[in-house]
Each structure stands twice: as C-alpha cells, then as structure tokens.
C-alpha cells in the first residue's frame, strides 16, 4: 500500500478541468462526485485530494501529498521546497505590470517610486530588484485590476491570458515579468515505491502528451513519387510503405507533428500524394 501516491489537485478553478482530463487520458479511474474532498483510484496506486491551488504546494512540500498539479506562478510565489517533474502545458498565463492606459510608459525606469497592487509581491519584487527599480508594493488577494481606479495603486501587476480584463479597466500591459503553465511537482523525499509510481504516472503523461502533438497520415502515391514523398516525412523511424491492389501505386503510413502540419501537408500535395488521411493518435509511447 506505502506505493500508494497521493495526487493533489485543484478543487474548482482554471486548472481542474484540465488536470482531471490529463489524469482520465492517462486511465486513471476514480469517484469525483461533487463536493468530495478526496478520492481513491480503483485502477492505479493513487489517492486525490481536492484543494484550493494556493495550498497545494504546501501540502506537497510537507508531504501531506506526494504529486501535485500547480499553476508554476503559484509554485514560484509560494516559494516551497518541491521537486518540478514536468510542465504540463495547460493553463498557460503571463504575469504582468498594467499602467493605466492614459500614461506615457517608456520602459521600467517609469515603475520608480510608484505603488503596484498585487497578489504576487514575491515574484513582482524580485523582478524589481533585478531591474534596480524601487516601488511601493501594495499586497491585495483579489480584484487587483480595480486597485488604479479607486486610487488605491497606480500600477498593478496580475495575471494576464487576453488582456481583456485589463482592457475594460483601462489599463494597458507595459510588462511581462513571469510565463506560466500547469507544472506537475512532488515532495523531495518520496520513497522509493512512491516514485516508481510517479515514475509510471509520467510514463503515461508523456504518452498523452505525446499522442496529443502527434497525427497519423495515410496516403497513396504513384511507385515513382514515394522517394519524393518519403523526403517530406519525417516519420517515427520511417513511413510503412505498402502496395495497393492497383499496381504502380502504394499505400504511405507515418506519424507527423501537429505544428508541422500543414506545410507538411502541402509538400506531401505537390510530391503527388492523393487521398491523404489524417487521423489523431490515441497514445503514443515513446
Ligand atoms: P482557488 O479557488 O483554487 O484558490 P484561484 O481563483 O486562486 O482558485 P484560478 O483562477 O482557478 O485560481 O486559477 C488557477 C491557475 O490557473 C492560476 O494560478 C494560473 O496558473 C492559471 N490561470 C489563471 N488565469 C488563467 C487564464 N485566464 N487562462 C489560463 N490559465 C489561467
Ligand atoms: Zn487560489
């Protein structure tokens, strides 16, 4: 049982869906009825616990969980001891400096002296010393957008994804001080068995992840295209290349990145590929 891993992950909010989606891909099954503050996996070595994300990498670092799913700009202004396993690639936010949109806004110099509203006075102040600026930092745990309005700070700095919130607050983005996405993180002294399990469930993580950037394409070629059309595909090892009934013509199998797709696709087109089909990949392992 001590393989057991207990995986904290938040309860409701801007990372669970995404978080539970990556754990089902995974098939991991478990109950997560509303309302449940933890639950047991009926086919994996796992227990969830379902918490604020704020209080998730505490938990970790005392070991209270084992694995958690953390946004990294809480990670980072929590400033707890855990191990970072993996970037998970969800929940991708900046987090930024706003002025108001009136102000003329040169470049950092400009932050001198003024007062930043925040929720992240760690990260805002260690980009500040790195930039040898000084300001007055007022900490506030929400609503830090209204903060200029009502006179309270002239700046903020807060997490960004469109930039709308800032936009009907009158505010425009003059800095990006930290990059954030969904991190997988563990406590630093798991056991061994533990970390077997970890290890299993990042096997399985990275198959999704995998699977996800991946398509798999089939094609038919006349015999004479295939070197032409081998050339554009960079394949896993290389493409399965097989005859079709009708002769002179085969069958071209490969797995293409999702980023390099649609070039790929038009290369595969003017080598003389027709009836190319592209289908997703389930898993993929590596
Ligand atoms: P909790 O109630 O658990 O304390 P919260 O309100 O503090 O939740 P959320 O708004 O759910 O937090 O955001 C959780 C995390 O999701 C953030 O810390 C950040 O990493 C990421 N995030 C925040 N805003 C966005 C966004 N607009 N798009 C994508 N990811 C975001
Ligand atoms: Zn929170």
Not at 109 to 113: E, K, R, S, V, Y
Not at 141 to 146: F, M
């Given at each position: 049982m001590n393989s057991t891993i207990r995986i904290a992950i938040q309860k409701?909010?801007?990372?669970s869906e995404d978080s539970l989606n990556l754990i089902k891909e995974c098939g991991i099954q478990f109950n997560n009825g509303t309302g449940k503050l933890k639950s047991e996996s009926s086919n994996f070595p796992a227990e969830f616990l379902f918490l604020r994300d704020d209080d998730i990498p505490g938990y970790v670092a005392d070991g209270v969980a084992d694995v958690g799913i953390i946004g990294e700009n809480v990670l980072v202004e929590t400033?707890?001891?855990?191990?970072?396993?993996?970037?998970?690639?969800?929940?991708k936010c900046r987090l930024s400096i706003a002025v108001e949109r009136a102000k003329d806004y040169k470049g950092v110099?400009?932050?001198?002296?003024i007062s930043i509203a925040t929720s992240y006075p760690r990260i805002l102040t260690q980009f500040l010393e790195e930039n040898g600026v000084r300001a007055d930092i007022h900490e506030i745990?929400?609503?830090?957008?209204?903060a200029p309005s009502i006179g309270l700070a002239s700046a903020v700095c807060d997490i960004v994804s469109s930039g709308s919130t800032l936009m009907s607050n009158g505010l425009k983005e003059v800095e990006v001080i930290f990059r954030s996405e969904a991190v997988l993180i563990a406590h630093r002294q798991l056991s061994a068995d533990r970390r077997k399990t970890l290890d299993q469930l990042l096997f399985r993580i990275k198959s999704v992840q995998a699977a996800r950037n991946n398509k798999y394409i089939l094609l038919n070629a006349p015999k004479e295209a295939v070197p032409a059309i081998i050339q554009v595909l960079p394949g896993m090892k290389s493409p399965t290349v097989v005859p079709l009934a009708e002769s002179g013509w085969c069958s071209i199998h490969s797995v293409i990145n999702e980023n390099d797709f649609w070039a790929i696709i038009d290369n595969l087109r003017a080598a003389g590929a027709q009836g190319i089909l592209v289908v997703p990949i389930e898993k993929m392992i590596l």
């Open positions: 409701s909010g801007r990372l400033g707890k001891a855990v191990e970072l396993v993996h970037r998970l690639g969800f929940s110099t400009d932050l001198q002296g745990s929400g609503s830090v957008e209204i």
